[in-house]
């Protein structure tokens, strides 16, 4: 069964940078495209940033520029590399996978919280 | 961007009832779309796919549907378990956009 767990979440300060992974067990991640999806507190589901087999990206506006996605093939293991940090990105992030060449997100991470705050 | 918008935000009722909430997007998103399930504290759930199909694992009293105002996610028959917070998704163009949410919650 495929698994995967976010860590490295934590508390920052406006303009830090912070470090998300997601190990994922049961499956291999470069065989399917890998998201980050997030969840401020109270409110709903907004995609942040997904990541191709072969390596290609997108983002969303709000954090291009700011937020890297990427894996490490040998751990099984996405990233993303949170730069230029905002109070407005306070939120639960999780990763998730979807099977290629579809866009749904059929397994999911417990996600990991984010709070930037001064 | 896709805007995906919900209807209604949130609905109660009763188990056993018939619930079906809408998602229009403000452009085609052709049958790219998914639903899912999300209760408190817990990540998001696959429910239906491509607008129409089934997820492995989901039971058979949710089925996703179009109508002339959009799509739908319709339950049934209301299980206790079912109460929660539904989102739709588009999958047809970059940004993946959500929509804010219905929320059902028992009468």
């Known amino acids: 069964e495929a698994q995967l767990v976010e860590s490295g979440g934590g508390l920052m300060q406006p303009g830090g940078s912070l470090r998300l992974s997601c190990a994922g067990s049961?499956?291999?991640?470069?065989?399917?495209?890998m998201t980050w999806v997030r969840q401020a507190p109270g409110k709903g589901l907004e995609w942040v940033s997904l990541?191709?087999?072969?390596?290609?990206?997108h983002y969303a506006d709000s954090v291009k520029g700011r937020f890297t996605i990427s894996r490490d093939n040998s751990k099984n293991t996405v990233f993303l590399q949170m730069n230029s940090l905002r109070v407005e990105d306070t939120a639960v992030y999780y990763c998730?996978?979807?099977?290629?060449?579809?866009?749904?997100?059929?397994?999911w991470g417990q996600g990991t919280l984010v709070a930037v705050s001064s | 961007d896709i805007q995906m918008t919900q209807s209604p935000s949130s609905v109660s009722a009763s188990v056993g009832d018939r619930v079906t909430i809408t998602c229009r997007a403000s452009?085609?998103?052709?049958?790219?779309l998914a639903w899912y399930q999300q209760k408190p504290g817990e990540a998001p759930r696959l429910l239906i796919y491509?607008?129409?199909s089934l997820q492995r694992g989901v039971p058979s009293r949710f089925s996703g549907g179009e109508s002339g105002t959009g799509f739908t996610l319709t339950i049934t028959s209301l299980e206790p378990e079912d109460f929660a917070t539904y989102y739709c998704?588009?999958?047809?163009?970059?940004?993946?956009?959500f929509g804010q949410g219905t929320k059902v919650d028992l009468k």
């Open positions: 452009q085609s998103v052709s049958r790219y």
């Open positions: 491509g607008a129409f």
């Open positions: 998704q588009q999958a047809f163009k970059f940004p993946l956009t």
């Open positions: 990541l191709y087999g072969g390596g290609s990206t």
């Open positions: 998730a996978r979807s099977l290629p060449p579809e866009l749904y997100f059929d397994s």
């Open positions: 049961g499956f291999t991640v470069s065989s399917y495209y």
